[in-house]
């Protein structure tokens, strides 16, 4: 069973940074896209950044220049590098990942479905 996990949240005073790990787990052979997204309270749910299997990324205005991401496809994981952080990037982050394929007993199987992490808190005060 394909599961995403993310680590890495906290609290930290503004300017200060964190960093973020989201690791993929279940079988998986291949994976496409990868991204984070972030939902602050009383506000939808917004990408902050996205990275293709062979290293494009993109980012939201908001975040350009502080933020980074990586990813290491040896081990199926997606990064955020958070620097310069806000308050107003208070939040709670999710990963996200498009899972082309997954191994089977005897063989492989195509998912092409997109996996949502459970969500890591960051909190920045001022």
């Known amino acids: 069973q394909v599961q995403l996990v993310e680590s890495g949240g906290g609290s930290v005073q503004a300017g200060g940074s964190l960093r973020l790990s989201c690791a993929a787990s279940?079988?998986?052979?291949?994976?496409?896209?990868m991204g984070w997204y972030r939902q602050a309270p009383g506000k939808q749910r917004e990408l902050v950044a996205g990275?293709?299997?062979?290293?494009?990324?993109n980012y939201v205005d908001f975040v350009k220049g502080r933020f980074t991401i990586s990813r290491d496809n040896a081990k199926n994981t997606v990064y955020l590098e958070m620097n310069s952080l806000k308050p107003e990037d208070t939040a709670v982050y999710y990963c996200?990942?498009?899972?082309?394929?997954?191994?089977?007993?005897?063989?492989?199987?195509?998912?092409?479905?997109?996996?949502w992490g459970q969500g890591t808190q960051v909190t920045v005060s001022s």
């Open positions: 996200n990942a498009e899972i082309i394929s997954v191994e089977t007993g005897s063989g492989y199987r195509k998912l092409r479905r997109w996996y």
């Open positions: 279940g079988s998986i052979l291949s994976i496409n896209d």
């Open positions: 990275i293709t299997s062979v290293g494009y990324t």
